[in-house]
């Protein structure tokens, strides 16, 4: 059980951590007027947000993990 809390709150900040992370690319990819240096932050920001979700659902499914207990 406590490793179960554990692992939640590892997801919940990994998640927290990413969309941070995420938010700033994009915010840097406007201030760019070069489209290649754009290009690489947008790129970054979109993997940025992939890892995002998948802590996303690694979050929610173990809180139902947790419900259904």
Known sequence: MEKDFLLLKIYGWMSFIFLLLTTELMIKTIWFTKPENALVFWILSGVCF???????????????EIDNR
């Open 50 to 64: 992939i890892i995002f979700d998948i802590f996303i659902y690694l979050f929610s499914t173990k809180v139902q």
